[in-house]
């Protein structure tokens, strides 16, 4: 069986909250080291298999070019090749990486693809390493390669150059993306409404048979694996109207060393996990590649500097931090609570 992609760095932080009728029809799969499901009403004489296939096949076809997992994907391929050399990438990849650099200079880093060798040393990555805190020396080598403006990209010929030792990591927007592509294909075969799920992260359009818009949970931070579908491991309800909303938090991913905890959120402009009291962040988005990739950026950035970056930007962000009495704070943007009456 060929190995699943693994994108480490969200948590399925997200649950369908409403029955399905049976005019709604469920597929179910697996991808990224995770499942993905796709609740919808379909057009008179659709052929189910068809459509569960078309399903598979675009996420499959994520992880074919993305994956830092698969050793023969387009990504891997990349991240091995020699230094100064150009490489031609599928529409889809390079679509993927032109965004995220995009966005790792709108950040001033805080978001950064190239935040592999980081990811990899703290024992977050592929490579299976104990988790264990490493010394500042090797922090200091693994920061030498990370940096997003190393990465060169020319557009007419969709290729990106590999300055050497560059280890791009899509994790923190594949996924995304992935709900993306499915959404995509539903609307080719004229699905009339749904809600795709890919590790937790979701896209709806359209509402359901009784008009009612696609209700999801935000999970509660904490909850325990598996316990979404009981109402008091849910912290909000969410209706989706033809958007899209990614959860990220730091209380699945983690590990313990000396006494100090360590989430799986690298700051690559430190080199460090994350240090801040974010226990997890909620984007609504028009789309799940944005929701994704800003989840990430947002709990990097933490809640002071993360708030103040949404609120110029006009994204829609909920901060759940831990506080100092044990409880949970939340922090909604006004994009958020905007979205809440949409």
Not at 224 to 249: M, Q
Request: proline share 5%.
């Amino acid at each position: 069986m060929k190995r699943l992609m693994r994108l480490s760095g969200l948590v399925l932080g997200l649950v369908v909250c409403a029955a399905h009728g049976t005019d709604v029809r469920r597929f179910e799969g697996e991808t990224m080291g995770s499942t993905w499901s796709v609740n919808a009403v379909l057009p008179d004489g659709a052929d189910d298999r068809a459509i569960e296939r078309g399903i598979q096949l675009e996420v499959d076809r994520v992880v074919a070019q993305m994956s830092t997992y698969e050793a023969d994907s387009d990504l891997s391929r990349f991240n091995r090749a020699p230094a100064g050399t150009w490489h031609t990438l599928p529409p889809e990849f390079f679509a993927v990486l032109s965004y995220a650099l995009d966005l790792a200079k709108a950040s001033g880093g805080a978001y950064d693809p190239t935040v592999g060798p980081l990811v990899n040393l703290w024992g977050f990555g592929p490579d299976r390493r104990a988790h264990e805190a490493p010394d500042a020396a090797a922090i200091a080598v693994a920061r030498k390669r990370v940096g997003w403006s190393r990465i060169r990209l020319d557009a007419a010929t969709r290729r990106a150059f590999q300055p050497g030792g560059a280890y791009v990591d899509l994790s923190s927007v594949a996924k995304g993306f992935g709900v993306d592509q499915i959404a995509r294909f539903l609307d080719r075969s004229h699905v009339r409404a749904y809600l795709v799920e890919v590790g937790g992260e979701l896209r709806a359009h359209g509402r359901k048979p009784d008009g009612s818009p696609w209700h999801v949970g935000i999970e509660r931070p904490g909850a325990a694996s598996g316990a979404v579908d009981d109402p008091d491991e849910v912290g909000r309800i969410v209706s989706l109207r033809d958007r899209a909303i990614a959860t990220s938090g730091d209380y699945r991913h983690f590990f313990r060393s000396g006494g100090a905890f360590y989430s799986h959120h690298i700051d690559p402009r430190t080199g460090y996990p994350v240090a801040h009291r974010v226990a997890s962040v909620s984007v609504v988005a028009d789309d799940c590649m944005h929701a994704d990739s800003l989840g990430t950026t947002m709990t990097v950035l933490g809640p002071e500097e993360g708030m103040a970056y949404a609120k110029r930007h006009g994204i829609a962000v909920l901060f759940i931090l831990y506080g100092a009495d044990g409880r949970f704070e939340e922090r909604a943007s006004p994009a958020f609570v905007a979205s809440l009456k949409s």
